[in-house]
């Protein structure tokens, strides 16, 4: 199976930029699609933004839309997530997990924990 592993997460001031990265290893040429889920404490665990591998098409949540960047590497098999504007409520711990084709996601990272603070 595909393993995920995450990276990027740290301290961030409010405003500021993160870029997390998904790095993606094993039988990678099954790889379908990336989404970036965010778990907030007492909160549920929220879709934050997905990609294809073919075609891309990237979607956003409200949450972020607008602020956001979801990209991908072909050759390294990593799929990052760009926010800016940072907001205090950003501050979760980001997940990201690949689907097949029947939309189930199969397999999730450990998450990074980023923390907007002053």
């Known amino acids: 199976q595909v393993q995920l592993v995450e990276s990027g997460g740290g301290l961030v001031q409010p405003g500021g930029s993160v870029t997390l990265s998904c790095a993606a290893s094993?039988?990678?040429?099954?790889?379908?699609?990336i989404g970036w889920f965010r778990r907030a404490p007492g909160k549920d665990r929220e879709k934050v933004a997905t990609?294809?591998?073919?075609?891309?098409?990237?979607w956003y949540s409200d949450s972020v839309k607008g602020r956001s960047s979801i990209t991908k590497d072909g050759r390294t098999k990593t799929v990052s997530l760009q926010i800016n504007d940072l907001k205090t409520e950003d501050t979760a711990t980001y997940y990201c997990?690949?689907?097949?084709?029947?939309?189930?996601?199969?397999?999730w990272g450990q998450g990074t924990q980023v923390t907007v603070s002053t």
């Open positions: 997990a690949n689907a097949d084709p029947a939309g189930e996601w199969q397999t």
């Open positions: 094993g039988p990678t040429w099954t790889l379908y699609s």
């Open positions: 990609i294809f591998w073919i075609g891309e098409r990237p």
